[in-house]
């Protein structure tokens, strides 16, 4: 856990974000559930800040012997492989030996799910958006390859937030719980959060009630061309 606190200190977010995706995306600052979750006690969280001084104390507590240690491998697809490089310089900064593998993604969601490799590139999308559709991805019986727990994460106490979260019928009172869950899934690291994907539309003046939403659907039943364009 050392050693992912280490990596996590390590990458600077916005300049990823500037250079690599031309500003495109949020760099990642409260966890897993994505900013702008309405309702979510993003204050109770654990606040990620770029800290090389602090990823540099992680690896000396962690105990290891940089000297002797295996080289990470690091798995992505040929789509992300420079935002991986980007990865394994901030790593090699703080001593961590980093070597990149490239699959293709059908490859690499098979690797995954049968826990054929400890470290991989992905993403997640949400089919609805509540902090529930993120947080199952850390729940014990959704180990894959039978669900979404690819890191194989397994905490009591957090299947037991998720399970009285999804009891409670007060909507904040629930969102706190999630919280929580998420704060104990936060102080082991199970996985490394990069970014929060954005995505942009462009559109001509003239056209009416095209908007975006928080899962990115194309919503096209209310859009229409403006009258005062004659049409």
């Not at 031309?22 to 654990?46: D, I, Q, R």
């Not at 001084?53 to 992680?58: F, I």
């Not at 095209?210 to 209310?222: G, T, V």
């Amino acid at each position: 856990v050392h050693i992912r606190k280490a990596i996590n200190f390590a990458i600077d977010r916005k300049k990823m974000i500037a250079y690599l995706r031309n500003g495109v995306g949020m760099p990642e600052t409260y966890g897993f559930v994505p900013a702008g979750m309405p309702g979510y006690p993003y204050n109770n969280l654990m606040e990620n800040v770029y800290n090389i001084d602090s990823a540099k104390w992680y690896i000396k507590a962690s105990g290891l012997d940089l000297s002797q240690s295996e080289e990470i491998v690091i798995n992505t697809t040929q789509d992300y492989l420079e935002l991986m490089i980007f990865v394994q310089k901030e790593m090699q900064k703080i001593g961590l030996k980093v070597r990149i593998e490239v699959h293709p993604s059908s490859f690499l969601r098979q690797l995954k799910k049968e826990q054929q490799i400890n470290c991989f590139r992905g993403s997640w999308i949400a089919d609805y958006p509540d902090p529930e559709n993120y947080l199952i991805c850390f729940k014990t019986e959704n180990f894959s390859p039978n669900g979404p727990n690819y890191f194989h994460f397994s905490n009591a106490r957090y299947d037991a937030l998720f399970k009285q979260a999804n009891a409670e019928s007060d909507n904040q009172k629930r969102l706190q719980i999630m919280a929580e869950a998420e704060k104990i899934m936060q102080s082991e690291m199970p996985c490394i959060i990069l970014y929060y994907d954005e995505s942009l539309r462009l559109t001509q003046n003239w056209i009416e009630g095209l908007h975006s939403n928080p899962i990115n659907f194309l919503r096209l039943r209310h859009v229409k061309k403006s009258k005062s364009n004659g049409v």
